[in-house]
């Protein structure tokens, strides 16, 4: 079974003379209040953020991720590695007003230019047939490193670090299930990865974390995903590998900037279609986030994008003029 990221292709016109859910009425909420699936790329917070139970189903997980980021519970899941995803869905549209960004996303990054970010790619949906479903077309915000990777401030750093620092628009990445649980180790190879590039690598068991890290109610043995992988943004600055700092980019992604900051809120005027064209969308009722960075930094592991929440800021009365 592949997941894969589903980005936009046709005609734009086809969400804009859709319907799609109304606007919010007096008893909306500005909060997710509903998770349509959850399937994390392997990593070390896995089958623990939300806790996998032996027996749990994708329902279970699905359920168990709601009551942690819905209705503004703001507890804590983990995307895992590259392309590890959550789709979440809401009791109205969140409109696209000019000018504004529209809804944040929260997530557990901290530091100012430089500490813990772990990017998550944001893609949004219309509810375009009107059933209720993220079954419509894809778009993709496209945050500073779509744009311009270079321009990033630490860019020429991560560069002479040996990063891969280019933006991979068309990535794949498949993760092979462990024929048997590999002990706490950095240097052990553990969960084995092959890329559309044709690289190969793995996600190493850390001692902080022991427990399986391949989705366990996932049944088959290779994990698939698809999307845009971003630069990669963790240095280790000691060059002993013990001080990594992971840094943000400049705007439009999930878990990349404290949840007070200005790189947390998105305008749904940043979405684009497949070809990296904008799109003109009255709102959105769907939010798709995965984790957009393939790298593993030592001691802290790999890069998993964590979520803690979405708002939308219209419903919250708060006016953030996008920059």
């Known amino acids: ?16 003379t859709a319907c799609s859910k109304e606007k919010a009425g007096k008893d909306a909420t500005p909060y997710i209040t509903e998770v349509f699936e959850y399937m994390p790329a392997p990593g070390q917070f896995v089958n623990t953020m939300p806790l996998y139970e032996e027996g749990d189903t994708q329902e279970t997980m699905n359920r168990k991720v709601l009551e942690a980021i819905g209705n503004n519970n703001r507890g804590l899941i ?12 809401f009791d109205h549209t969140i409109e696209n007003r ?14 100012d230019e430089g500490g813990s970010s772990e990017p998550g790619i944001i893609m949004v949906s219309v509810d375009a047939n009107g059933n209720g479903l993220p079954d419509d077309l894809w778009y993709e915000i496209a945050g500073s490193a779509h744009i311009d990777p270079a321009q990033e401030i630490w860019y020429q ?11 991979h628009p068309d990535y ?13 180790s950095e240097e052990e190879e553990y969960i084995l990865w092959e890329d559309i590039l044709g690289r190969r690598g793995s996600i190493p068991k850390n001692k902080y974390h022991t427990q399986p890290y391949f989705p366990q109610w996932y049944g088959e043995d290779r994990l698939s995903f698809s999307g845009t992988c971003l630069p990669q943004n963790g240095i280790d600055e000691s060059g002993e590998g013990t001080y990594y700092v992971l840094y943000k980019f400049r705007y439009g992604y999930a878990d990349n900037d404290t949840n007070s900051g200005a790189g947390s809120v998105v305008d749904i005027s940043w979405a684009v279609d497949s070809r990296g064209q904008s799109v003109d969308l009255p709102g959105v009722d769907f939010i798709r986030i995965y984790t957009g960075v393939n790298q593993v930094n030592g001691w802290l592991g790999e890069c998993s994008t964590e979520i803690m929440g979405v708002e939308d800021l219209h419903l919250l009365g708060e006016e953030i003029a996008t920059d």
């Open 157 to 167: 750093a991560a560069r002479d670090n040996g990063n891969d620092v280019a933006l």
């Open 1 to 16: 079974m592949r997941h894969s990221v589903i980005y936009a292709a046709g005609l734009v016109a086809i969400v804009l």
């Open 172 to 184: 794949s990445m498949t993760y092979l299930r462990p024929e048997q649980e590999a002990a706490a």
């Open 78 to 89: 983990s995307l895992g590695g590259w392309g590890g995803y959550v789709v979440v869905g």
């Open 98 to 111: 000019e000018g504004l960004c529209d809804f944040r996303v929260l997530g557990n990054a901290f530091g």
